[in-house]
């Protein structure tokens, strides 16, 4: 199922709705999406963050890019219909566990009512084959257990992002059972570890954040060193997307929750990925302390991903000192002056070569 050949037969022609399009995720899958032959239209709020790589790529292969508000059932639902797509990723979201804290209804109302919206606008979409709905690996109820969460442990969440998102799990599973199932439309979520990968201007993520130390010379301020996480380049999600979006359209019983993440040697802690990140930086300045004066965060996350190998045949390609020397490299070409859909589009060829 991970045979590039396979993928480009399926998605040719295929026309897929991308919500959250401008985001840093959205957008490398809908440039996969388009080099494999996709009708990729946009649903989304406008970039974030200046810059954005939405913005700066000058890519023109959206066959639509639609500015609107995923809250607004009305304009989603006419949109929706208006596209009527037979592929759907819903990526739109407040995805940063910080500012959900500064803006907990927003990110309720983004992440819980907006998903619920987008299911109710999927009622009577006439071509519709199959639908991946993005959440986190942080939809886990914490555990102490230190091993890896798997897809039918607990759900929860502390902080309002992660609770949000839990929510939108069970919201989408019930969708999938009250609506979805015995119509034959396969529901799947995906449930993804810490992405990281060239072209994210996000604030408080630990690439973009030591990418704007480095390049300005200052010290890299780190609260958590010692924090753990599933860390994984964006490409092994979007991989992942791909081939579950594709693999449930014609076994609908295979929709459900699936976890995406890295194998165990890539779960490591913030200390860890810096040291790296410097070294194929060429230098940078850091302080590591342990802060506590900010909102309350996780300090460990690990993904079983076995259900996705058995089921989906997915299989993680680059080990976490590729990941972040990918990273990195996309960042200082770029800075260096190289076009940022050329560096995609390289790194997404090099991707593919890696099976």
């Given at each position: 199922?991970?045979s590039?050949s396979?993928?480009?037969?399926?998605?040719?022609?295929?026309?897929?709705?991308?919500t959250?399009h401008?985001g840093?995720?959205?957008?490398?899958?809908?440039?996969?999406?388009?080099r494999?032959?996709?009708?990729?239209?946009g649903?989304?709020l406008p970039?974030?963050?200046?810059?954005?790589?939405?913005a700066?790529s000058?890519f023109?292969?959206f066959?639509?890019?639609i500015?609107?508000?995923?809250?607004?059932?009305?304009?989603?639902?006419k949109?929706?219909?208006?596209i009527?797509?037979?592929?759907?990723?819903?990526?739109a979201?407040?995805?940063l566990?910080?500012?959900?804290?500064?803006?907990?209804?927003?990110?309720?109302?983004?992440?819980?009512?907006?998903?619920a919206?987008?299911?109710?606008?999927?009622?009577?979409?006439?071509?519709?084959?199959?639908?991946v709905?993005?959440?986190?690996?942080?939809v886990y109820?914490?555990?102490?257990?230190?091993?890896?969460?798997?897809?039918?442990?607990?759900l929860?969440g502390?902080?309002?992002?992660?609770?949000?998102k839990?929510a939108?799990?069970?919201v989408?599973?019930?969708?999938?059972k009250s609506f979805?199932?015995?119509?034959g439309?396969?529901v799947?979520?995906?449930?993804?570890?810490?992405?990281?990968?060239?072209?994210?201007?996000s604030?408080?993520?630990?690439?973009?954040?030591?990418?704007?130390?480095?390049?300005?010379?200052?010290?890299?301020n780190?609260?958590?060193?010692e924090?753990?996480?599933?860390?994984?380049?964006?490409?092994?999600?979007?991989?992942?997307?791909?081939i579950?979006?594709?693999?449930?359209?014609?076994?609908?019983?295979?929709?459900?929750?699936?976890?995406?993440?890295?194998?165990?040697?890539?779960?490591?802690?913030?200390?860890?990925?810096?040291?790296?990140?410097?070294?194929?930086?060429?230098?940078?300045?850091v302080?590591?302390?342990?802060?506590?004066?900010?909102p309350r965060?996780?300090?460990?996350?690990?993904l079983?991903?076995?259900?996705?190998k058995?089921?989906?045949?997915?299989?993680p390609?680059?080990?976490?000192?590729?990941?972040i020397?990918?990273?990195i490299?996309?960042?200082?070409?770029?800075?260096?002056?190289a076009?940022?859909?050329?560096?995609?589009?390289?790194?997404?060829?090099?991707?593919?070569?890696s099976v």
């Open positions: 199922m991970t590039n396979i993928l480009k037969k399926f998605w040719s022609g295929k026309k897929v709705l991308v959250g401008t840093f995720k959205g957008f490398w899958l809908s440039l996969w999406l388009e494999l032959g996709a009708e990729v239209t649903i989304s970039p974030s963050t200046d810059p954005n790589l939405y700066i000058n023109s292969g066959h639509q890019s500015m609107c508000d995923i809250r607004d059932f009305e304009a989603l639902s949109h929706c219909r208006s009527n797509p037979e592929i759907i990723f819903h990526l979201a407040q995805p566990v910080r500012e959900s804290y500064s803006d907990s209804l927003g990110t309720f109302s983004s992440n819980i009512m907006g998903t919206n987008l299911l109710e606008s999927m009622k009577g979409l006439s071509n519709l084959e199959s639908s709905f993005i959440t986190t690996d942080k109820q914490e555990s102490k257990s230190r091993k890896g969460f798997k897809e039918d442990d607990p929860g502390y902080d309002p992002y992660s609770s949000s839990a939108c799990e069970i989408i599973d019930s969708y999938r979805f199932h015995d119509v439309v396969p799947s979520s995906a449930r993804a570890g810490n992405v990281i990968g060239g072209g994210d201007w604030k408080d993520r630990l690439i973009p954040d030591a990418i704007r130390a480095w390049q300005d010379g200052v010290e890299l780190i609260r958590s060193p924090a753990t996480r599933p860390w994984q380049h964006v490409l092994e999600p979007l991989n992942g997307y791909l579950l979006a594709q693999e449930i359209s014609s076994s609908p019983d295979k929709a459900q929750a699936y976890n995406f993440g890295p194998d165990s040697d890539s779960t490591a802690s913030v200390k860890d990925v810096v040291e790296i990140a410097r070294e194929c930086y060429g230098g940078g300045k302080k590591y302390s342990i802060a506590n004066d900010g965060e996780s300090d460990w996350l690990s079983d991903i076995e259900k996705s058995r089921i989906l045949n997915f299989q390609r680059w080990n976490l000192h590729e990941t020397s990918h990273s490299s996309w960042y200082v070409d770029f800075l260096s002056g076009k940022p859909l050329t560096l995609c589009n390289q790194q997404i060829d090099l991707f593919e070569s």
